[in-house]
């Protein structure tokens, strides 16, 4: 299990910008595949993007080309720069984790959550 710490959550106006991390506990390059999650009151818990062990990167239509994740190796964090936000942009945002296993199956481990609200 991996161990994640959220943070850079907080209040934004519409059209700002914020960077949220995650520090690992280990090295992201032992991480298969690193994502962010966000989950707004009342509704599910929704895949933002990730990124993989070879950096590649993936993101849902709905913040692509606002949105870009990256990763510090060095400092065992991963980003996400969230620009031109929008008031569906708040939510209680997660930080994943999947490693695999000696078995070949996938552990998964959740940070905490960081609120990001936008609003006037």
């Known amino acids: 299990q991996v161990q994640l710490v959220e943070s850079g959550g907080g209040l934004v106006q519409p059209g700002g910008s914020l960077r949220l991390s995650c520090a690992a506990s280990?090295?992201?390059?032992?991480?298969?595949?690193m994502s962010w999650y966000r989950q707004a009151p009342g509704k599910e818990r929704e895949l933002v993007g990730s990124i993989t062990r070879s950096g590649s990167t993936n993101l849902v239509p709905s913040v692509e080309g606002r949105f870009t994740i990256s990763r510090d190796n060095a400092k065992n964090t991963v980003y996400l720069q969230m620009n031109s936000l929008k008031p569906e942009d708040a939510a209680v945002y997660y930080c994943n984790a999947r490693t695999i296993s000696p078995m070949g199956e996938y552990v998964e481990s959740w940070g905490q959550g960081t609120l990001v609200t936008v609003s006037s």
């Open positions: 280990r090295s992201t390059l032992s991480i298969n595949v």
